[in-house]
């Protein structure tokens, strides 16, 4: 279990996993969270979504719709998956749809009304990023252009994938901290701060003394989870 100093009682972090496209589970956490601070009102409250907003599920669209305009009870903070690498790096470079295609754009361009077919074909790229380019809403762009790599706040640091054993968290490369796994998922080491983390998906929220997984596969499970961390504690509140 976690053995260091959490956050001040005056503070409280809702830290939601990977959505992955579910805006129906996105939309139950929300209002658990604002039923939670009804039930436990907090001075200085937080929300921070940990990346993988898009792909695999069917309303990527309705996802980034939802978070561009904060509908949360608190302030917002929103970080950068590798999923919205994907993204980026599929309007910047069309060929790189074969490798999208197969971890969920399809599902992420079906819901901006991008004719998917001929990508499911491996055909057209080069008209699908023009086609997703014309779909997209100024503010969705705005919204993913936003991201944060990683936050550091209090007695821990979140970032989508987790960190480089050994590398200090200041000087922490973009691809680590989107897309590491096992170097970092087998380490007992100290990292300096308690890793709060998605990416790779679990059954049930991973505590261990140097990191927190909070990816529950909302995509194949149904359950979308967030920790609370506040005080001396750490709790969870489950959309499904």
Partial sequence: MIARPLLSDAQRLYVIGDIHGRRDLLETMIAAIRGDLEAHPSVAPLTVTIGDYIDRGPDSKGV????AINPFPTEFIA????HEAFLEEFLEDPSRAE????LGGIETLASYGVAVRPLMLGKEYGAAAEALLSRLPKAHAEFLASLRLS????PYFLCHAG????VPLSQQKEADLLSIRDEFL???RDFGKIVVHGHTPAPEPEIRRNRINIDTGAFITGRLTCAVLEGPRLRFLTAR
């Fill in 79 to 82: 970080l950068k998956g590798n």
């Fill in 163 to 166: 960190v480089r054993p050994g």
């Fill in 186 to 188: 087998s380490s007992a």
């Fill in 99 to 102: 490798d999208w295609r197969r």
């Fill in 64 to 67: 980034i719709e939802r978070l």
């Fill in 151 to 154: 936050l550091s706040f209090g």
